[in-house]
């Protein structure tokens, strides 16, 4: 099992950039993949990212593709997630989660997950 810890959310204006950190305890092998999720309140979680652990291949949910950029660190054990021309529909809690496949979109399929840490876009 991995624990993973999210930070870096906050208030934030609309238009702003924000970037989201995600430290892993624990070994992630290759085959791993890491996402981001977010859930707004009412709504059910759903994905954002996803990047494949043992390479740079990375995946985004059409509502963020072009604004948000998921990255790694392997030395660090970590995952970012760089948001930029935050919009107001982006405000939720963003989790972070370990797949032992090496990619997904879908929650069930991530075995670990962070606390989450929130993030609020106001106009």
């Known amino acids: 099992q991995v624990q993973l810890a999210e930070s870096g959310g906050g208030l934030v204006q609309a238009g702003d950039p924000l970037t989201l950190s995600c430290v892993a305890s624990?070994?992630?092998?290759?085959?791993?993949?890491m996402g981001w999720f977010r859930q707004s309140p009412g709504k059910e979680r759903e994905f954002v990212a996803a990047?494949?652990?043992?390479?740079?291949?990375?995946y985004y949910a059409d509502s963020v593709k072009g604004r948000f950029t998921i990255s790694k660190d392997g030395a660090e054990n970590a995952v970012y997630l760089q948001m930029n021309s935050l919009k107001l529909e982006d405000t939720a809690v963003y989790y972070c989660?370990?797949?032992?496949?090496?990619?997904?979109?879908?929650?069930?399929?991530?075995?670990?997950w962070g606390q989450g840490t929130q993030v609020t876009v106001s106009s």
């Open positions: 989660a370990r797949t032992r496949r090496g990619y997904s979109t879908q929650e069930q399929e991530y075995d670990d």
């Open positions: 624990g070994r992630i092998f290759s085959s791993h993949g």
């Open positions: 990047i494949r652990w043992g390479s740079r291949n990375t």
